[in-house]
């Protein structure tokens, strides 16, 4: 048994899309699992209370990640790298769960230099601010962007 620790997969560096992002620093293989999205669990209750404050203070930002119905995970608190991954409308990642914890995915192969992006699909529901889409605007610039995180039939709508 080996104890090497494998080589890194991505860094963290300043995006053009948000803040910091993460970017491949070698080529990725479609399928290759990259992290998982760690962070404080804590009832959907809580997130609501918590994304309140934050929009109260005037801002929309989160690292915050709805597992189910009654679980949602906090990567502001306990997180890791994971949270910095941007959201693009022409993602090269997914993410999956598997028995309770979240994991970020390449869906196709990458090449190094490419920011590593998952589509946040945002859900917008009946208690949402009016014109919350534009609220969390989308930055990607991608051919087929959207202009907003938020899934792409509740845009629609």
Not at 42 to 48: G, M, R
Not at 71 to 84: F, K, L, M
């Amino acid at each position: 048994m080996s104890d090497a620790v494998p080589p890194a997969l991505f860094e963290i560096r300043s995006s053009g899309i948000q803040g910091e992002g993460a970017f491949a620093i070698r080529p990725i293989a479609a399928g290759t699992t990259l992290i998982e999205y760690a962070g404080e669990r804590i009832s959907a209750d809580e997130a609501d209370r918590r994304f309140e404050e934050e929009r109260a203070r005037g801002r929309h930002h989160t690292f915050m990640f709805i597992l189910d119905d009654d679980t949602v995970i906090d990567a502001s608190r306990g997180g890791n790298e994971a949270r910095v991954f941007n959201h693009s409308c022409d993602p090269n990642c997914e993410t999956y769960e598997d028995d309770g914890r979240i994991w970020i995915a390449a869906m196709r192969a990458i090449k190094a230099g490419d920011e590593l992006t998952y589509d946040y699909e945002y859900d917008l529901d009946d208690e949402e601010i009016p014109h919350a889409a534009e609220l969390y605007p989308c930055r990607c610039g991608a051919a087929t962007c959207r202009g907003t995180m938020y899934k792409p039939a509740e845009v629609e709508a």
